[in-house]
């Protein structure tokens, strides 16, 4: 195992932001973020499984102005990465490489994303 | 792993993952207003049981092979590396196996 000849990835500051860069970055910082909350679903099975009590204790710090954001922030977190996630699968089948037409696919990620996560929430807690 | 394997475990378990993920958060955000007796009925049902265990399996999967990728990029200790990777692959594991039993014998 030799450390001297191992190639890094140059690291993010380095780079000039342009929309490309933004969504590669953002999706990989929110595929991160979505383990957290699968991390978050996991305690939540288990807190579930330890009875009632500690079910609503649990569900009273998820329904805090807190716990309420990270919950908002997680469902951002998954629409982007779902939609993000599309894109780079047109990408894989060979279509949408052109500067133009990847920013315009770029801008339509992040605002449906936005749009998406309202939605879900509206429905998710029964104001729809 | 393969490389190539790698790359197309990654896009498949995406599409399966896609989907399901979204059910199982959908459902969650909704009983958070809900009952602890509300919350027990939804996993009663054996098909939810099912989808609640695959979406641990795959999800750990995805995110395992997804962290090697950034570890590859960002860690530079070819040692560190080494074990953070094992670490994943061990929770990508024991997590959902602590569901699946949660599921069958507490839930």
Known sequence: MNDSNNPLSPHLQIYRWHISSLLSITHRIAGVINLLALI??????????????????????????????????????????LLSGIRHLVWDLGYGF???TANISGTIVIITSLVVTVIFWLFARGFI | MKETRKWILHRLTAIILAPLYVWLYFSLVSLSTKSYSEATYFFENPLFKILTVMIFFVGFFHAKISLGEIFEDYIHKQKTKYVANILTSISSIVIPLIILILLIFKI
């Not at chain 1, 579930?48 to 951002?76: A, H, P, Q, V």
């Open chain 1, 40 to 81: 978050l679903i996991f305690f939540w099975l288990v807190v579930l499984s330890l009875g009632e009590s500690n079910y609503e204790l649990f569900l009273s710090i998820i329904n805090s102005f807190f716990g309420k954001s990270i919950l908002i922030g997680f469902t951002w977190s998954m629409s982007f990465h």
């Open chain 1, 98 to 100: 052109e500067i133009k």
